[in-house]
């Protein structure tokens, strides 16, 4: 049964940092493109970014560029999202999801999220 | 501002039909067949209901169809049940380096 399960999101000050993770089982990581999907409290889906299967190749949303890396690790089965310099208007849910198709652009397999807050 | 279209809600009766649209451009919608939708209840992750237009995974319902005219993309749910009661996102590959946008979501209200 393919599982992601993010950790490691909580309250953080504004310029504060969080590294969330997402552990990944029932599938080989390793092959598999991956994405980070954000939801603001009664809002809709943003993507934020994604990674190619062996970590070679990234990109993110305009918006998180420069503040924000996403990484894997295939020996661990565990891709990540480092936030630094965070911004209430980050606060929101992240959900790391599988990506999938001929273009690698839709995902079968989501987590469940993991909330993350920015406040002081 | 999302980069595809949806209305922010629509509504149905139990056993009818309706249609959430999604409008983007040449660039994503309009010039791939690679239009996804999802379905997300208050709370839960999203679910891939539609991929490639009008393709279903595995274990969702016949009940939901998929189509695509020029620059907009349309997913059909007929024989409205309870539990569709949800939001609805599209979703498209785009030519640029993201590869994929959302749209802004559908609120579907079963009456």
């Not at chain 1, 029932?26 to 980070?36: Q, V």
């Not at chain 1, 993110?60 to 990540?80: E, M, P």
Request: hydrophobic share 30%.
């Amino acid at each position: 049964e393919v599982q992601l399960v993010e950790s490691g999101g909580g309250l953080v000050q504004p310029g504060g940092s969080l590294r969330l993770s997402c552990a990944a089982s029932g599938f080989t990581f390793s092959s598999y493109w991956m994405h980070w999907v954000r939801q603001a409290p009664g809002k809709g889906l943003v993507w934020v970014s994604r990674i190619n299967s062996d970590g070679s190749s990234t990109s993110y949303a305009d918006s998180v560029k420069g503040r924000f890396t996403i990484s894997r690790d295939n020996a661990k089965n565990t891709l990540y999202l480092q936030m630094n310099s965070l911004r209430a208007e980050d606060t929101a849910v992240y959900y790391c999801a599988r990506l999938v198709g001929a273009t690698v652009s839709y995902s079968d397999y989501w987590g469940q999220g993991t909330l993350v807050t920015v406040s002081s | 501002q999302s980069a595809l279209t949806q209305p922010a809600s629509v509504s149905g009766s139990p056993g009818q039909s309706i249609t959430i649209s999604c409008t983007g451009t040449s660039s994503d919608v309009g010039g791939y067949n690679y239009v996804s939708w999802y379905q997300q209840h208050p709370g839960k992750a999203p679910k891939l209901m539609i991929y490639d237009v009008s393709n279903r995974p595995s274990g969702v319902s016949n009940r939901f169809s998929g189509s695509k005219s020029g620059n907009t993309a349309s997913l059909t749910i007929s024989g409205l049940q309870a539990e569709d009661e949800a939001d609805y996102y599209c979703s498209s590959y785009t030519s640029s380096s993201t590869l994929a946008v959302f749209g802004g979501g559908t609120k579907l209200t079963v009456l």
